[in-house]
């Protein structure tokens, strides 16, 4: 009889906890989760609404000019950005990098591009490079690029459950302070 009654106890305090629980939000610049009500983050200064009009394209262009200041990686899709365009780049073009280079994240657009076509290369000109070290250089390639269709696979994941980090450029008013 006690144990029914301890259960009973414990499962009523986790359903009354559940309630009691606040929605909470978490800053994209130092990662301080906060209630859903605060406007401005208590710890780096960032104004929720600079949020709302912040914008990858602005971002690229300043990722592109060397100037990273105030881009902040926020999961939220600004508006600009379009989610089934950036679906179907991961689909069609992940392999390639095609979706990081929709969304400003060059350098790993790169790394993408370099070991697809070199992966090309590969099928391609298949019978120089099992010549090589005896197959050992097909195989060390077909490792590499192994793990990189796993995080292709990862990215797809990311951007189908809406987790993927775009670049958005925020520009602070002159009020605004970085801590």
């Not at 208590?42 to 971002?59: H, M, Q, V, W, Y």
Request: glycine share 6%.
């Amino acid at each position: 009889m006690s144990i029914n009654l301890t259960f009973f106890l414990f499962v009523y305090k986790i359903k009354t906890m559940r309630k009691r629980k606040q929605p909470n939000k978490t800053c994209p610049r130092c990662h301080l989760t906060m209630p859903e009500t605060v406007d401005t983050c208590p710890d780096c200064g960032l104004s929720f609404d600079r949020l709302e009009i912040a914008t990858n394209k602005d971002a690229k262009r300043k990722i592109l000019r060397g100037d990273r200041d105030y881009i902040i990686r926020m999961r939220k899709l600004p508006h600009d950005v379009k989610y089934y365009k950036l679906l179907l780049m991961t689909i069609f073009l992940g392999l390639f990098g095609g979706h990081c280079y929709y969304v400003g994240r060059y350098l790993r657009g790169a790394i993408f591009s370099a070991f697809m076509t070199l992966s090309l290369a590969c099928v391609i000109f298949n019978g120089f490079f099992v010549s090589i070290w005896n197959g050992l250089l097909i195989e060390i390639l077909g490792v590499v690029i192994g793990l990189f269709v796993l995080v292709w696979m990862f990215d797809l994941w990311l951007v189908i459950f809406k987790k993927f980090k775009i670049p958005v450029a925020i520009d602070l008013k002159d009020d605004e302070v970085i801590k």
